[in-house]
């Protein structure tokens, strides 16, 4: 009987043994057999909170930026060499601000926060936008048999060792259609269907006020970013009957903390080829520039009232 419940354990025994190994979100600490490059470009995307949670411990930084995935793509070290100060970028693929207020008490808890940029849209600012990824994340990390026998971690060490052992990198989440075709999905699929039930989500603004007068409690600079997107995208946003919700996010906002709009009709946004997709820029400078390099030729800064 002993016999066969051990036979009957050993290939769970092997997974979790293989997982460790390979350890694809780095939550263990003891092995390197697979490079820090290679679970970035794998494990990252697959749980961005689990990933950047146990990133932040290891190195926490007093600067942070939250988010979404229009924040997610902000290189911090091209803000270090406009600025000379080290940010950590906080902000998650498919982020919501549940998550993102999550993640600020956690980061407040750890180290005393200088600086905290949110990313925010309307997109986003939804009572129906109600993903929260990080508790499962702190658990992973508190548990090493939960992290071991997660779903998620598991395929993340097999597609890690695949491309350890193959040298090919797998692309996670790249849409199988032409550029002009996801455009237009984006605008007529993504946006509707993003936008079909809105309402002010009143829990999330107490929760954001919250954050705000923790900020100002504790001296930190607070400042919301709302990230550009393409003007088919805004116009579709009132063609939907959602302008009115949209202007009453940027007004809540505004009593948050030092405001850069990027998000209205300007050279910029009109500009297809500053895009790589309906909601996001093909690069991050112009909101480096805007936002840590004081330029203002795109952004309406609103300063705390």
């Known amino acids: 009987m002993l016999g066969r419940g051990a036979l009957f354990a050993l290939p769970f025994i092997l997974l979790t043994m293989f997982v460790g190994i390979v350890d694809p979100f780095d939550c263990l600490g003891f092995s390197n057999l697979v490079s820090d490059e290679v679970k970035s470009k794998v494990a990252k995307p697959l749980h961005n909170p689990l990933w950047k949670l146990r990133k932040f411990e290891q190195s926490p930084v ?12 902000i290189n911090t070290a091209e803000i270090r060499a406009v600025t000379g100060q080290e940010y950590f970028n906080f902000a998650y693929g498919g982020g919501t601000l ?5 993640t600020y008490w956690i980061a407040a808890a750890r180290i005393h926060l200088d600086s905290v940029y949110i990313g925010i849209g309307l997109i986003n600012f939804n009572e129906y936008q109600n993903l929260d990824r990080v508790p499962e994340a702190q658990r992973m990390v508190a548990n090493p048999l939960m ?5 998620i971690v598991v395929g993340a060490a097999f597609v890690s060792a695949y491309t350890a052992l193959t040298g090919k990198f797998v692309d996670i989440g790249v849409p199988e259609m032409s550029r002009e075709a996801f455009w237009r999905n984006q605008i007529d699929e993504s946006l509707p269907q993003l936008l079909h039930e809105y309402s002010f989500p009143s829990n ?5 006020e919250l954050v705000a007068a923790d900020c100002r409690r504790r001296g930190t600079r607070l400042v919301i970013v709302i990230p550009p997107t393409h003007v088919e995208l805004q116009s579709k946003i009132v063609a939907l009957g959602r302008g009115p919700a949209d202007g009453q ?3 809540f906002v505004a009593t948050l903390g030092t405001v850069y709009d990027l998000d209205y009709p300007n050279a910029f946004t009109a500009d297809r080829a500053n895009f790589s997709d309906p909601f996001h820029t093909k690069t991050d400078d112009m909101i480096i520039q805007e936002v840590w390099g004081n ?3 795109y952004s309406r800064r609103t300063p705390h009232r």
């Open 98 to 102: 549940i998550e993102a207020m999550d």
């Open 295 to 297: 330029r203002h030729l």
């Open 249 to 251: 996010f940027k007004a």
């Open 62 to 73: 007093s600067r942070i930026i939250l988010g979404d995935s229009s924040m997610a793509s």
């Open 204 to 208: 999330v603004a107490a929760r954001l």
């Open 147 to 151: 992290y071991l026998t997660n779903r």
